[in-house]
T-cell receptor, first 114, second 113 residues
Framework: DTGVSQNPRHKITKRGQNVTFRCDPI?????LYWYRQTLGQGPEFLTY????????KSRLLSDRFSAERPKGSFSTLEIQRTEQGDSAMYLC????????????FGSGTRLTVV | AQTVTQSQPEMSVQEAETVTLSCTYD???????LFWYKQPPSRQMILVIR??????QNATENRFSVNFQKAAKSFSLKISDSQLGDAAMYFC??????????FGDGTTLTVKP
C-alpha cells in the first residue's frame, strides 16, 4: 500500500468555477476524513465517512461543498462556485474504525482561487 | 464541542537539548484519545505519539514522550535529544470515540545547530 493519495497536488482556478479533488485512502481503512488547513492554522474538520456513509459534516461547511465516497473506496470533494476564501490546503486522512490508531494523512491538495 | 489549545505559536531548541510543547483541551467526555502530529515544511503530516485517556501511564516513543494530566486536561509533548530533523509544526489533536479529531493551531519548532 502506498499510503493515502490525493490528486491533484495543486489546483489554480478562477473564482466561480467548480473544482473536484480526489482521495484514495489506505485500502484497509474504512474511515475517511476531509480537513481544510490555512496557513499557520491547524486542520479544520469538514466531513468524514465510514465506508460509504457520510457520518458527519461540519456546520461551518456551506452548501457549495459536497463530498462522496462511492462503494466505500476513494472519495471526492467538490467545491462549487469557488470563492477566494476557499483558497487553502485540503487534507484527506484515513483510519480504521475500532482502533486507537491515529490518522494517516495524504499530502494534500493546495487550492488557489484567483 | 471539544477545543484544543496550543499556547506556544513558536518554540526553539538547541540541537541535543530537550523541549516541551504544551497542549490543553476541553471536553466533557471521559473516554477519548490524544495525539501529537508532526508536519514538516511542505510535507505531509505524520503521527508522532498517541495516548489513550483511560491509561494512566504516559506514552513514550523513542525520544518523544508525553505528560498526560487528565484532571488538568493537559497533554504536553517532550522531545529529548532534539535533532535538526525534528524541526516542524507540531499539532495536538483530540479524538472522540466517534472518530473525528479536533486539532490545535500548532507550534512551530525550530532546532538550532
Amino acid at each position: 500500500d502506498t499510503g493515502v493519495s490525493q490528486n491533484p497536488r495543486h489546483k489554480i482556478t478562477k473564482r466561480g468555477q467548480n473544482v473536484t479533488f480526489r482521495c484514495d485512502p489506505i485500502s484497509e481503512h474504512n474511515r475517511l476524513y476531509w480537513y481544510r488547513q490555512t496557513l499557520g492554522q491547524g486542520p479544520e474538520f469538514l466531513t468524514y465517512f465510514q465506508n460509504e456513509a457520510q457520518l458527519e459534516k461540519s456546520r461551518l461547511l456551506s452548501d457549495r461543498f459536497s463530498a462522496e465516497r462511492p462503494k466505500g473506496s476513494f472519495s471526492t470533494l467538490e467545491i462549487q462556485r469557488t470563492e477566494q476564501g476557499d483558497s487553502a490546503m485540503y487534507l484527506c486522512a484515513s483510519s480504521l474504525a475500532g482502533t486507537t490508531d491515529g490518522y494517516t494523512f495524504g499530502s494534500g491538495t493546495r487550492l488557489t482561487v484567483v | 464541542a471539544q477545543t484544543v489549545t496550543q499556547s506556544q505559536p513558536e518554540m526553539s531548541v538547541q540541537e541535543a537539548e530537550t523541549v516541551t510543547l504544551s497542549c490543553t483541551y476541553d471536553t466533557s467526555e471521559s473516554d477519548y484519545y490524544l495525539f501529537w502530529y508532526k508536519q514538516p515544511p511542505s510535507r505531509q503530516m505524520i503521527l508522532v505519539i498517541r495516548q489513550e485517556a483511560y491509561k494512566q501511564q504516559n506514552a513514550t516513543e523513542n525520544r518523544f514522550s508525553v505528560n498526560f494530566q487528565k484532571a488538568a486536561k493537559s497533554f504536553s509533548l517532550k522531545i529529548s535529544d532534539s535533532q535538526l530533523g525534528d524541526a516542524a509544526m507540531y499539532f495536538c489533536a483530540y479524538r472522540s470515540n466517534a472518530g473525528k479529531s479536533t486539532f490545535g493551531d500548532g507550534t512551530t519548532l525550530t532546532v538550532k545547530p
